[in-house]
């Protein structure tokens, strides 16, 4: 299974804008990308994901390298509420329909 | 709309006593997931269950887990006997459609299990 590395921690003033790294050298052609985040004593939430382009939504963007092999979840003005781990997760569309969740960046913004 | 609900929230229990989680799905969604989380080894998949048949069980630490989804809006996981080491934070989720489709998951809000 392809596996994904990002950052453990992270810190952002609030307002601003937050780019979170992960790297996927080993995806495969047909993987998607995924993010979810993890709020203090909840599931992980749904937070967007993609194949090639780059993509757009009510709470982030994410931005794919042109070679697939990372890609940057941005939160384009951090609020107290977006203090989470954040996970990064290939979804394979062969085989078993199953995620691989690392260890995440916890991000944590700052009034 | 109700998301995924998952029963019960706090579990307490001693070593060797029977411990049973339940979760009903989000209605009409036919991928049902049961992951397990703790500070070692983080988010773990168990087993998922696509219309209502487990296909993947590999995750399922050892015999004393059992899972089972007798209907489209239930499921439960089993540990029996429980041991301190099964304690940790056991989610479920549910998507709808299938792989090809890429749906995301939906998470419920956990049930925390301590074995004492």
């Known amino acids: 299974d392809a596996k994904t590395t990002q950052p453990n921690s992270m810190e952002s003033n609030e307002e601003e804008p937050v780019h979170l790294p992960c790297n996927h050298s080993?995806?495969?052609?047909?993987?998607?990308i995924h993010w979810y985040r993890q709020l203090p004593s909840q599931g992980p939430e749904y937070v967007i994901h993609?194949?090639?382009s780059n993509v757009n939504n009510r709470m982030a963007s994410l931005a794919i390298a042109e070679d697939r092999k990372s890609s940057t979840l941005i939160l384009h003005r951090a609020t107290l509420r977006d203090a989470a781990v954040y996970y990064c997760i290939l979804s394979p569309t062969s085989g078993t329909y199953k995620y691989i969740f690392g260890t995440g960046t916890r991000l944590k913004v700052l009034a | 709309d109700a998301g995924v609900i998952q029963s019960p929230r706090h579990e307490v229990t001693e070593m060797g006593q029977e411990v049973t989680l339940r979760c009903k799905p989000i209605?009409?969604?036919?991928?049902l997931f049961w992951y397990r989380q703790t500070m070692m080894r983080g988010l773990e998949l168990l087993i998922y269950f696509n219309n209502n048949v487990p296909i993947d069980d590999s995750g399922m630490p050892e015999d004393r887990f059992s899972a089972k989804m007798p209907n489209a809006s239930f499921s439960t996981l089993k540990i029996q006997p429980s041991e301190p080491r099964d304690s940790a934070v056991y989610f479920c989720?549910?998507?709808?459609?299938?792989?090809?489709?890429?749906?995301?998951?939906?998470f419920g809000d956990g049930t925390r299990l301590s074995i004492l």
């Open positions: 989720a549910s998507s709808l459609g299938s792989v090809w489709n890429n749906q995301p998951q939906h």
């Open positions: 209605s009409g969604h036919d991928y």
């Open positions: 993609g194949l090639t």
């Open positions: 080993t995806i495969s052609g047909t993987d998607y």
